[in-house]
């Protein structure tokens, strides 16, 4: 199976800070990267696809890249609704496996 | 607008069985694979399984092999998820979740039901 890796785990920063989150794949996937967000007590929703690709209604704050096996998620301006939990995911093999996550905490 | 609803889900004893349903509306619901996807308490997300839109095609992952299976009936727009042998492992929220892409099996998850509490437990 293809193991995904995130860092920080966790993280707490301030309105208007820009927040990174790195992921990693154990072998190349090539672009079968997505970002799912998930707030407190609700279900996932799909933020980016194919490594950098704004889903449909998603702020153009969210932008992601890198390719291979290291990836990349920011937050150009954090929001306070954007306090949540954020996984990496691919879907290049069977089967799909996603990061632990990284919960994003504002100060 | 893509609606999921899941159903189904509730406490039941180690070994005992549940089955799962998701009905959809809002799309084609035969042009697009689906799956189920769990998330343990304070956990992480999990794929549990796949079915593509015909039901030709279904994928497990390795902790539900032989122990769940996938089904889905597209004139009732509903995908379900037979879970035999229920370990206490299997306790977890149960989302499913739609395919971005038409046809595609290997696409990212584009839509996501609210979810169903699963717990098993003596």
């Known amino acids: 199976d293809i193991q995904m890796t995130q860092s920080p785990s966790s993280l707490s920063a301030s309105v208007g800070d820009r927040v990174t989150i790195t992921c990693q794949a154990s072998?190349?996937?090539?672009?079968?990267l997505n970002w799912y967000q998930q707030k407190p007590g609700k279900a996932p929703e799909l933020l980016i696809y194919?490594?950098?690709n704004l889903e449909t209604g998603v702020p153009s704050r969210f932008t992601a890249g890198g390719s291979g096996t290291d990836f990349s998620f920011t937050i150009s301006s954090l929001q306070p609704e954007d306090l949540a939990t954020y996984f990496c995911?691919?879907?290049?093999?069977?089967?799909?496996?996603f990061g632990p996550g990284t919960t994003v905490d504002i100060k | 607008e893509v609606q999921l609803l899941e159903s189904g889900g509730g406490l039941v004893q180690p070994g005992g069985s549940l089955r799962l349903s998701c009905t959809a509306s809002?799309?084609?619901?035969?042009?697009?694979?689906m799956s189920w996807v769990r998330q343990a308490p304070g956990r992480g997300l999990e794929w549990v399984s796949l079915?593509?839109?015909?039901?030709?095609?279904?994928d497990y992952a390795d902790s539900v092999k032989g122990r769940f299976t996938i089904s889905r009936d597209n004139s009732k727009n509903t995908v379900y998820l037979q879970m035999n042998s229920l370990r206490g492992e299997d306790t977890a929220v149960y989302y499913c979740?739609?395919?971005?892409?038409?046809?595609?099996?290997?696409?990212?998850?584009?839509?996501w039901g609210q979810g169903t509490r699963v717990s098993v437990s003596s």
């Open positions: 979740a739609k395919a971005q892409n038409l046809i595609m099996v290997y696409a990212p998850f584009d839509s």
């Open positions: 809002g799309f084609s619901f035969s042009s697009y694979a």
């Open positions: 079915i593509s839109g015909s039901g030709g095609r279904a």
């Open positions: 072998r190349h996937i090539g672009n079968h």
């Open positions: 194919d490594v950098s």
């Open positions: 995911q691919q879907y290049d093999e069977f089967p799909f496996t």
